[in-house]
C-alpha cells in the first residue's frame, strides 16, 4: 500500500515564503504530484517530479528526494489568493494509480 | 475543448436508489478517473481506466461500478445509494507519457456534489 503524510493545517503571511511538507512511502514509486485546490472547486496541477531536486515554476517551486520519500512545496511572494489547500499525490505501480494525501490547507492572512 | 465535464453539479438521492454521474472527456486522453473526496479530506480512487473497454477498482469500489465504451465516457454508477456515498465525485483524465506510462497532469472536472439522505 501507499502511506502519504502531509500537515493538516498551516497558516502564513501575506508577501512571506512558506515550505509545505509531504512524506510518503510506496512500492513502485514513479513521481509526486502537487495540486491546488480551492474551497468547492476541483483540484489543479501545480508540479509533477520525477528526479531528485528542486523544479521551479514562477513562485511556485517543488522539491524531491527519492531516497527519503520527501518532497516539499515552496511558496514565495505569498498571495491572499493562495489561501487553498495543497494536495501531496503520489504515482506509482505502471503510472495508472495515483494516490492522494489528505492536503494542507493554506490560510494566508494579512 | 471543453476539458473534461460532469453532470450534474448537484444531486440529492434516498438511500436505495440508483444514479449515474456523468464524465465526458474531449481531450482523446486515454486514462480516466473516478474519485471521491470527503469533506476535508483527500481524494480517495474509485476506479480508473486506461482505454476504452479497460476498468479497473481503485482504493474505494464498493457500492460502484464503471463503464468505458468510448475513449469520451466514463460514466459511474451508484446501484443502492448509502449515506456512507454522500461526497463531491471527481472525474479526471491524462494522457500517458510515451514510452513510460502516465505522470503527466490529470486534468480534472467540477465535481458532482452528492447527498444520499
Known amino acids: 500500500g501507499q502511506n502519504i503524510d502531509q500537515p493538516t493545517e498551516m497558516t502564513a503571511t501575506e508577501g512571506a515564503i512558506v515550505q509545505i511538507n509531504c512524506t510518503y512511502q510506496t512500492s513502485g514509486f514513479n513521481g509526486l504530484f502537487w495540486y491546488q485546490q480551492h474551497a468547492g472547486e476541483a483540484p489543479t496541477f501545480l508540479s509533477y517530479n520525477v528526479l531528485d531536486g528542486l523544479e521551479e515554476k514562477g513562485r511556485f517551486s517543488s522539491f524531491l528526494s527519492r531516497s527519503k520519500g520527501y518532497s516539499y512545496l515552496l511558496l514565495k511572494e505569498l498571495q491572499m489568493k493562495d489561501s487553498a489547500s495543497y494536495l501531496c499525490a503520489v504515482s506509482a505501480q505502471g503510472y495508472q494509480k495515483v494516490t492522494f494525501g489528505t492536503g494542507t490547507k493554506l490560510q494566508v492572512i494579512p | 475543448n471543453a476539458g473534461v465535464t460532469q453532470t450534474p453539479k448537484f444531486r440529492i438521492l434516498k438511500i436505495g436508489q440508483s444514479m449515474t454521474l456523468q464524465c465526458t472527456q474531449d481531450?482523446?486522453?486515454?486514462?480516466m478517473y473516478w474519485y471521491r473526496q470527503d469533506p476535508g479530506m483527500g481524494l480517495k480512487l474509485i476506479y480508473y481506466?486506461?482505454?476504452?473497454?479497460?476498468?479497473d477498482k481503485g482504493e474505494v469500489p464498493n457500492g460502484y461500478n464503471v463503464s468505458r465504451s468510448t475513449t469520451e465516457d466514463f460514466p459511474l454508477r451508484l446501484e443502492l445509494a448509502a449515506p456512507s456515498q454522500t461526497s463531491v465525485y471527481f472525474c479526471?483524465?491524462?494522457?500517458?507519457?510515451?514510452?513510460?506510462?502516465?505522470?503527466?497532469?490529470?486534468?480534472f472536472g467540477p465535481g458532482t456534489r452528492l447527498t444520499v439522505l
Open positions: 481506466s486506461v482505454g476504452a473497454g479497460i476498468t
Open positions: 481531450m482523446n486522453h486515454n486514462y
Open positions: 479526471a483524465s491524462t494522457v500517458p507519457k510515451i514510452a513510460g506510462g502516465g505522470g503527466d497532469e490529470q486534468f
